[in-house]
């Protein structure tokens, strides 16, 4: 790992997120590589990079662009994946980063190869506790305890057994307790 170019990844990264008028991108991007380095102290520079870009600008392309529904949630949500490695992969370039690790970085924030990627279930890990840190109740505002229920199933499945363990460990209110307790039955 080159710290110098790495310690610069970071810094504009969190640039560029620091110009998210609604202010949340720094934070959640500082949350998510907390999440990737608890879960594994020894992550690849890729692993880190790729945690901390994940979401990178997020706000450029917004929901309410796409059609109602599954498929225009599906489909805003691959599109978002393309823009966050490509502005990644431009900033990286930028430093001075080589074509592999650019590569590697898109391919963590695309999630190709997921589950089979080792690293890639890291950061989906990471991804899926800080959800249930950060986003669970606002959630459940948005779209209901019944559709919670199956967005909490979903969430389970994607994790590893280490992951699922921690989740619990989580501190949430006794009504979110007890959604989860009943998504897990």
Avoid at 40 to 60: K, M, N, T, V, Y
Wanted: net charge neutral; with cysteine.
């Amino acid at each position: 790992m080159n710290p110098d170019c790495f310690q610069a990844a970071i810094s504009q990264f969190d640039a560029a997120n620091a110009q998210d008028p609604r202010g949340v991108e720094v934070p959640y991007a500082q949350r998510l590589s907390a999440w990737v380095e608890r879960l594994c102290p020894d992550a690849s520079e890729a692993l880190r990079l790729a945690a901390r870009a994940q979401h990178i600008c997020r706000w450029f392309i917004s929901r309410e662009t796409y059609p109602a529904g599954r498929a225009g949630y599906l489909q805003w949500r691959e599109d978002l994946k393309k823009f966050h490695a490509e502005k990644a992969g431009e900033i990286m370039r930028g430093i001075g980063y080589d074509a592999a690790t650019i590569g590697r970085v898109q391919h963590l924030i695309c999630k190709r190869n997921f589950p089979r990627d080792e690293e890639g279930r890291v950061l989906e890990d990471a991804l899926c506790l800080l959800f249930l840190e950060t986003q669970f109740v606002e959630t459940v505002e948005k779209t209901g305890e019944e559709k919670m229920l199956g967005i909490l199933q979903k969430t389970w499945r994607k994790m590893t057994p280490a992951a699922q363990q921690i989740a619990l460990t989580i501190p949430m209110s006794e009504s979110c307790r007890a959604l989860v307790e009943r998504a897990l039955k």
